[in-house]
Nanobody
Framework: QVQLVESGGGLVQPGGSLRLSCAAS????????IGWFRQAPGKERERVAC????????NYEDSVKGRFTVSSDSAKNTVYLQMNSLKPEDTAVYYC???????????????WGQGTQVTVSS
C-alpha cells in the first residue's frame, strides 16, 4: 500500500507560481509512475504531468508544457509539481497518484492522495 499526501496549494495571482508536494509513505516509489492530475468544477479530471521514478522520464499535458515541471526527490520519497505562469484556467483541485509502471504506458493509477486546492485569481 502507498499513502500519498499533497500539500502546497493555495490562492495565487495570475502569473504567479506555486510548488505542490506529494509525500509518499508505505513503500518507496522505485519503479513507479507518479502522476499529477487536476479537476476543475464541472470538468473531467485530467492528467497534467507524470514522472517515472525508474528513469526520470516525464510527460506533460499540452496546456501546461513549458510552465509546469514535475520532479522527484527519492531520498524524501516525494514528488513535486512546480507551476509557473499560472492562469485562471489552472484553478482546480490537484491530486497526485501512483502506480507501478512507466508513465509512457500507464493509464490507470492505483493510489491517490486527497487533493489540494489551487486557485488562480486576482
Amino acid at each position: 500500500q502507498v499513502q500519498l499526501v499533497e500539500s502546497g496549494g493555495g490562492l495565487v495571482q495570475p502569473g504567479g507560481s506555486l510548488r505542490l508536494s506529494c509525500a509518499a509513505s508505505g513503500r518507496t516509489l522505485d519503479y513507479y509512475g507518479i502522476g499529477w492530475f487536476r479537476q476543475a468544477p464541472g470538468k473531467e479530471r485530467e492528467r497534467v504531468a507524470c514522472i517515472s521514478s525508474s528513469d526520470g522520464y516525464t510527460n506533460y499535458e499540452d496546456s501546461v508544457k513549458g510552465r509546469f515541471t514535475v520532479s522527484s526527490d527519492s531520498a524524501k520519497n516525494t514528488v513535486y509539481l512546480q507551476m509557473n505562469s499560472l492562469k485562471p484556467e489552472d484553478t482546480a483541485v490537484y491530486y497526485c497518484a501512483a502506480v507501478e509502471g512507466h508513465c509512457a504506458v500507464v493509464v490507470t493509477f492505483d493510489y491517490w492522495g486527497q487533493g489540494t486546492q489551487v486557485t488562480v485569481s486576482s
